[in-house]
């Protein structure tokens, strides 16, 4: 367990998309990858981020939103922004931290005009499914991103 791979996602508000990814990654891959999650500008959890993983059998509900200022003094391999602006805001991390980019739509942000609750779960859901195929390709992948 000790030579497990350390990464932090990122995120703008660590409420909803780096939450699912550091769900994902404790669930799929707690063998190889230590996972973290924090935000720029922490804003709490996003309960239908809570609902859309405890559909799928992921309980983040223990999570909470952190400032990066929390996790700055671990020793990440990698730091994974999963939202643009948190990419653009990233940074520099001591060490031999390598930033990689993967950047997925904001649940938030792509349902703030609907009212039906069912599809704005949907949207949830599509972003939940996406961040859990990318997590699955893990650690592999990022040899991949970060030559990029």
Not at 38 to 58: C, H, K, S, T, W
Not at 81 to 110: I, N, S, W
């Amino acid at each position: 367990m000790a030579d497990r791979l350390k990464i932090l996602f990122l995120c703008t508000g660590n409420s909803c998309r780096s939450q699912m990814a550091e769900g994902w990654a404790r669930h799929l891959k707690g063998d190889q990858i230590e996972a973290h999650s924090a935000g720029i500008q922490p804003q709490g959890l996003n309960p239908r981020a809570v609902a859309v993983m405890a559909e799928a059998g992921v309980d983040i509900s223990g999570h909470t939103s952190k400032p990066l200022a929390e996790v700055m003094s671990i020793p990440f391999d990698y730091v994974i922004t999963v939202c643009d602006d948190a990419h653009e805001a990233c940074p520099v991390f001591p060490g031999k931290a390598q930033v990689v980019h993967v950047g997925f739509p904001d649940p938030p942000r792509l349902t703030r005009h609907l009212q039906d609750e069912e599809a704005i779960l949907q949207v949830y859901r599509q972003v939940r499914d996406a961040i859990r195929d990318f997590v699955q390709g893990l650690p592999d992948n990022l040899c991949n991103l970060a030559r990029k």
